[in-house]
């Protein structure tokens, strides 16, 4: 029998990973028997999907009853919905655009050296989105688009993804290093590294117009210091 793939919030494994279903499981839940389908591939556009609640475990389909039940907060993420749990009306919310906040980008060229090191900055991103792979959950983050190079023969540690960053909002990110390309590191003689350097923010993006940014100095591998702490500061607008 052909299975048909639903979006549901009717099944508290699938509900319950992603939102708070409060009072409403204690009144509208009917207990089933139910099977985690490990077996089937969900696929997008010929994209392999695979579902992660917030810990970072694997969510699976559910088949009941000839139906295949997916987690609805992972599958409108993948199709740039965002969710929402209204407990009042327990109501399942989903809504174009996965944020409140626009995705905004800004060009800029800065350099920031620190002896033998160097990284240039040439876009600022507010994404309200942010993931660090297809399958990783959207983060609230400000984007660093650079290019860190070790501009010496010598072996330097630096790392700027261990930055810390300051918003006009009052926040203060201590460090990158979770979402963040292997854009630090080790640099072992003229070495050159690009990518992403991401800060997960708790700030509304709408409101971020100023930030600073903090950045420890280089050492070499007998741990002297090569470099000096440097910070740059940006008005984005």
């Known amino acids: 029998m052909r299975r048909k793939l639903m979006f549901t919030a009717m099944m508290s494994l699938v509900v319950a990973a992603s939102m708070s279903i409060g009072a409403w499981a204690a009144t509208s839940l ?3 028997k ?3 389908n490990k077996g ?3 696929e997008l556009n010929g994209r392999s999907l695979q579902f992660k609640d917030e810990q970072g475990g694997t969510l699976y389909p559910i088949t009941y009853d000839g139906n295949t039940y997916l987690p609805v907060r992972s599958v409108a993420e993948s199709l740039g919905l965002s969710v929402a749990w209204d407990g009042e009306a327990n109501k399942v919310l989903l809504n174009e655009g996965s944020s409140p906040s626009a995705l905004k980008s800004f060009n800029v060229n800065e350099t920031i050296v620190s002896g033998p090191m160097k990284m240039t900055i040439t876009q600022i991103t507010l994404d309200p989105a942010y993931r660090s792979t297809p399958y990783s959950k959207p983060v609230n983050a400000v984007v660093f688009k650079v290019e860190v190079e070790n501009t010496s023969g010598e072996t330097v540690n630096w790392s700027p993804h261990q930055g810390k960053l300051v ?4 926040e203060q990110i ?4 979770y979402h963040s390309d292997p854009v630090g590191g080790e640099f072992r003689g ?3 590294k690009k990518g992403n350097i991401v800060f997960r923010v708790e700030s509304n993006l709408e409101e971020v117009t ?3 940014y903090y950045i ?7 741990s002297d210091r090569v470099g000096d702490e440097t910070s740059v500061e940006f008005e984005l607008k």
């Open 167 to 170: 918003l006009n909002t009052k």
């Open 34 to 36: 139910a099977s985690l």
């Open 30 to 32: 009917e207990e089933v």
């Open 216 to 222: 420890s100095e280089p050492y070499n591998n007998q």
């Open 190 to 192: 003229e070495v050159l």
């Open 210 to 212: 100023n930030l600073t």
């Open 174 to 177: 201590e460090t990158g290093i």
């Open 40 to 42: 089937i591939q969900i």
